[in-house]
Every structure is written in structure tokens, then in C-alpha cells.
């Protein structure tokens, strides 16, 4: 295992001095060490990441990205079609998660972790495995400093285990109400709804306290509960719709708020668990600037915004809202980190188990047989 202080180090002693990304548990180390540092800027999503980093770059600063590799998806169309084609070198250091045995891993990994290599090589990006031994960094960044020179980037693909993590630091949280605690609160008020919830350990703390059919736990995909949910919101108007989401969850496709205040669905309600923090992939902050939700929400279009600091107010909020017209945006303020680890839905359910089962809710039966599918022992 290479230590994630060493890894820094001769990142910086390459002359990298500007890093960015979207944290994954994989690469928790790296990120622990780098955030406290003045060359690091926590991105919302992998595209606006890559933008900032090679802008960096055209001002004379050496960046490197830190993504994981579902967030390949988000930063392809600024790869392929700016860095690559204006000749802007980056490097990209990328978790490999679901590889090489998608087995070990959450099922939303499957596809990325079997594809990631070949979706690098079919549009030219040079890369490679890291091992987990100071000789293969050097080894690995001595490859990439060639493609540099050639005015091209490399990716540096790092599997589980191969970057070490550290303690993770406690932040100064501005609330004592826990996720649990929030969302056993909001469960209360959940009954004859449609529930989307967001990736990572929100979707866990909702099936670990309110497992119903009427949940969709989407794991992966993230930040895109709110659009699952516009468009249900949209195809059902006789049925009330919650997303249950977070901050980073919500930030990395704003325009998914800015689109639902467009639309204004009247049955639809926005639930944002906001710790200031990716809670689960180690607790990275995601930004530095408190977002005023309330405020924002009500901005783009939606017709009520709250902000909800303890468990009483989010009752009281709750009840005031039910059955009033939407859409309404809810942030939830809870502390980063929690007591408890929620269990994993994919333990108890595959996860065409859970589309069959929400979909029977939502669309009163009409739904074809479930395909068989094994429940994954993780
Ligand atoms: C595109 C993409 N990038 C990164 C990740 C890794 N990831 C999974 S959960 C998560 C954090 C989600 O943060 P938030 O929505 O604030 O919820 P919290 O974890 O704080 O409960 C991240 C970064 C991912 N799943 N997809």
C-alpha cells in the first residue's frame, strides 16, 4: 500500500500544484491530505472539475484530477472534446471501482469497472494500473510526464487497497441531529409516497429504518434522484413524489432544480440532507460556502423553500406542506458522520428487485414479471 501523504508528495514533487475532484472511498487518503491544502478545490461534478483543472493548466499551474471512475461519465465530453482536441495535458488519478471482479463491489459498479480500461482506449487516453509499491507511482508518473510532453494526458487507475486512508477529521458541525435522526423524522411523513433516495448512505439509513416497495434506492447515478423524480412527478400527478437527497448529490446537477421549478410539479417534494460534507465517501467537504437552499430553491422556481435544523422543525414543516401545492424544497441540516452504519440494500435486494417493486407502486400494477436475479452476499 503506498501511504496517501507519499502519494501527495510526489504529486507535488512533480510539480502538480492544483487538484480537484469528486471523492471516492477509494481514494479517501489522498483526498483527507489534499484538502486541507491551498492547491485543492472540491468540485461539484467530474466535467466541472476537469474544465477548472485544465484552466489551471493553461495558466501555468500542473493540475491532477481525483475522480472515481462512475465519475468517467461526467467528465468525458470535457476530455474528448476540449482537453484532447486543444492539447491540454492532465493528469487523472481514477478509483477502479467494480474491477477487477465486480463481484466485490456495489452491482451499480458493474459496467464502469468492466468498461473503464476499453472506454480509455477507444478515445486515446493513455493509462495505467497503479500497484501498490512507491516503484509503480514512479514508474506510472514517469509514463505520464512522456505524455505530457507530448501535449496529452494519463490516467492513473487505482484499484481497492492501493492508497492508504487516514483518520477522518471532525468537523466543526453546526447541528447535533444526525442523518438517523432526520430521517426517521421524514419517515413519519412518508406514507402513499413515491420515495427516490440518493446514492451512498442516505438510500441505506431509508431502507435501514422505512424499507417500503414505494422506495427507489438509487445507488449510483449520482445526482440524478431529483431528475427520477421530476419525471415521475410529472407521469403520476395523482401521486405525491419524495427525493431524498444530499448536498453533494443535489450540487453535482443543479440544473435538476433549476428544471424542476421550470416544470413545477405541484406533487413533488425535494428533501436535501445537507452535512456540508460526502458523507459517504469519507466526509470531504463539498464546498466551503454554506448554500442558502431555501433561498435557492425559491430562485429557480419552486413554490416553497425551508430550512430545517432539528427534528421538531422537520415535523413541523412536514405537516405544514402535506398536501399543499409543490414543489417544495426542504434542506435538512444534519452533522457529518453518524453513530450508526446503516445496512446495505443490496444485502436484501437486487437492484432490478427494487425497480420492479417501485414500479408496481407507481404505476398501479402495470409492470411485467420481476427477471430473476441473484441477491449479491455484500
Ligand atoms: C459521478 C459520481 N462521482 C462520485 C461518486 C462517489 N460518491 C458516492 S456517494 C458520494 C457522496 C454523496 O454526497 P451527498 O449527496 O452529500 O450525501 P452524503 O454522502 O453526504 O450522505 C460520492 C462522492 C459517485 N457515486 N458518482
Same mark, same amino acid.
Given at each position: 500500500?503506498?501511504?496517501?501523504?507519499?502519494?501527495?508528495?510526489?504529486?507535488?514533487?512533480?510539480?502538480?500544484?492544483?487538484?480537484?475532484?469528486?471523492?471516492?472511498?477509494?481514494?479517501?487518503?489522498?483526498?483527507?491530505?489534499?484538502?486541507?491544502? &491551498?492547491?485543492?478545490?472540491?468540485? $461539484?461534478?467530474? =466535467?466541472?472539475? @476537469? #474544465?477548472?483543472?485544465?484552466? !489551471?493548466?493553461?495558466?501555468? +499551474?500542473r493540475?491532477?484530477?481525483?475522480?472515481?471512475?462512475?465519475?468517467?461519465?461526467n467528465?468525458?465530453?470535457?476530455?474528448?472534446?476540449?482537453?484532447?482536441?486543444?492539447?491540454?495535458?492532465?493528469?487523472?488519478?481514477?478509483?477502479?471501482?467494480?474491477?477487477?471482479?465486480?463481484?466485490?463491489?456495489?452491482?451499480?459498479?458493474?459496467?464502469?469497472?468492466?468498461?473503464?480500461?476499453?472506454?480509455?482506449?477507444?478515445?486515446?487516453? &493513455?493509462?495505467?494500473v497503479?500497484? $501498490?509499491?512507491? =516503484?509503480?507511482? @514512479? #514508474?506510472?508518473?514517469?509514463? !505520464?510526464?512522456?505524455e505530457? +510532453?507530448?501535449?496529452?494526458?494519463?490516467?492513473?487507475?487505482v484499484?481497492?487497497?492501493?492508497?492508504?486512508?487516514?483518520?477522518?477529521?471532525d468537523?466543526?458541525?453546526?447541528?447535533?441531529?444526525?442523518?438517523?435522526?432526520?430521517?426517521?423524522?421524514?419517515?413519519?411523513?412518508?406514507?402513499?409516497?413515491?420515495?427516490?433516495?440518493?446514492?451512498?448512505?442516505?438510500?441505506?439509513?431509508?431502507?435501514?429504518?422505512?424499507?417500503?416497495?414505494?422506495?427507489?434506492?438509487?445507488?449510483?447515478?449520482? =445526482?440524478?434522484?431529483?431528475?427520477?423524480?421530476?419525471?415521475t412527478?410529472?407521469?403520476?400527478?395523482?401521486?405525491?413524489?419524495?427525493?431524498?437527497?444530499?448536498?453533494?448529490?443535489?450540487?453535482?446537477?443543479?440544473?435538476?432544480?433549476?428544471?424542476?421549478?421550470?416544470?413545477?410539479?405541484?406533487?413533488l417534494?425535494?428533501?436535501?440532507?445537507?452535512?456540508?460534507?460526502?458523507?459517504?465517501?469519507?466526509?470531504?467537504?463539498?464546498?466551503?460556502?454554506p448554500?442558502?437552499?431555501?433561498?435557492?430553491?425559491?430562485?429557480?422556481?419552486?413554490?416553497?423553500?425551508?430550512?430545517?435544523?432539528?427534528?421538531?422543525?422537520?415535523?413541523?414543516?412536514?405537516?405544514?406542506?402535506?398536501?399543499?401545492?409543490?414543489?417544495?424544497?426542504?434542506?435538512?441540516?444534519?452533522?457529518?458522520?453518524?453513530?450508526?452504519?446503516?445496512?446495505?440494500?443490496?444485502?436484501?435486494?437486487?437492484?432490478?428487485?427494487?425497480?420492479?417493486?417501485?414500479?408496481?407502486?407507481?404505476?398501479?400494477?402495470?409492470?411485467?414479471?420481476?427477471?430473476?436475479?441473484?441477491?449479491?452476499?455484500?
Amino acid at each position: 500500500m503506498i501511504e496517501a501523504e507519499a502519494f501527495c508528495r510526489e504529486l507535488e514533487a512533480r510539480g502538480f500544484g492544483f487538484f480537484s475532484g469528486v471523492p471516492c472511498s477509494y481514494l479517501q487518503g489522498p483526498f483527507s491530505r489534499l484538502q486541507d491544502r &491551498a492547491g485543492y478545490v472540491p468540485a $461539484p461534478n467530474e =466535467g466541472v472539475a @476537469t #474544465a477548472m483543472a485544465a484552466g !489551471a493548466q493553461l495558466a501555468g +499551474r500542473r493540475a491532477a484530477l481525483l475522480v472515481q471512475n462512475s465519475g468517467l461519465g461526467n467528465l468525458l465530453d470535457p476530455l474528448t472534446s476540449l482537453l484532447m482536441p486543444y492539447g491540454i495535458p492532465l493528469l487523472i488519478v481514477m478509483s477502479l471501482r467494480g474491477w477487477p471482479c465486480a463481484d466485490d463491489d456495489e452491482p451499480h459498479h458493474e459496467v464502469m469497472g468492466r468498461s473503464t480500461t476499453a472506454l480509455l482506449d477507444a478515445i486515446g487516453l &493513455a493509462h495505467g494500473v497503479l500497484e $501498490p509499491s512507491t =516503484g509503480s507511482l @514512479t #514508474a506510472a508518473l514517469d509514463r !505520464a510526464d512522456e505524455e505530457f +510532453r507530448r501535449d496529452r494526458g494519463y490516467a492513473l487507475l487505482v484499484p481497492k487497497a492501493t492508497l492508504g486512508s487516514c483518520p477522518r477529521a471532525d468537523s466543526a458541525a453546526e447541528t447535533t441531529m444526525e442523518r438517523r435522526d432526520a430521517i426517521t423524522a421524514v419517515a413519519a411523513h412518508l406514507d402513499g409516497a413515491l420515495v427516490y433516495s440518493t446514492t451512498g448512505m442516505i438510500s441505506r439509513e431509508l431502507f435501514g429504518l422505512r424499507d417500503d416497495p414505494g422506495n427507489f434506492y438509487m445507488q449510483g447515478s449520482m =445526482g440524478h434522484a431529483i431528475g427520477l423524480g421530476l419525471g415521475t412527478a410529472i407521469a403520476r400527478p395523482d401521486l405525491p413524489v419524495v427525493v431524498v437527497d444530499g448536498d453533494g448529490s443535489a450540487l453535482m446537477h443543479l440544473g435538476g432544480l433549476a428544471l424542476v421549478g421550470d416544470c413545477r410539479p405541484a406533487n413533488l417534494t425535494h428533501l436535501v440532507l445537507d452535512n456540508g460534507t460526502f458523507d459517504s465517501t469519507g466526509g470531504q467537504r463539498t464546498r466551503d460556502h454554506p448554500v442558502a437552499w431555501d433561498r435557492l430553491a425559491l430562485s429557480v422556481g419552486y413554490r416553497t423553500g425551508a430550512v430545517c435544523r432539528t427534528v421538531g422543525e422537520i415535523h413541523e414543516c412536514l405537516r405544514r406542506i402535506a398536501g399543499t401545492p409543490g414543489p417544495h424544497l426542504v434542506a435538512l441540516c444534519i452533522a457529518p458522520g453518524g453513530s450508526r452504519t446503516p445496512p446495505r440494500v443490496t444485502s436484501t435486494y437486487g437492484n432490478r428487485e427494487i425497480r420492479a417493486r417501485f414500479q408496481r407502486v407507481a404505476s398501479d400494477g402495470r409492470v411485467g414479471p420481476v427477471a430473476a436475479e441473484p441477491v449479491a452476499g455484500r
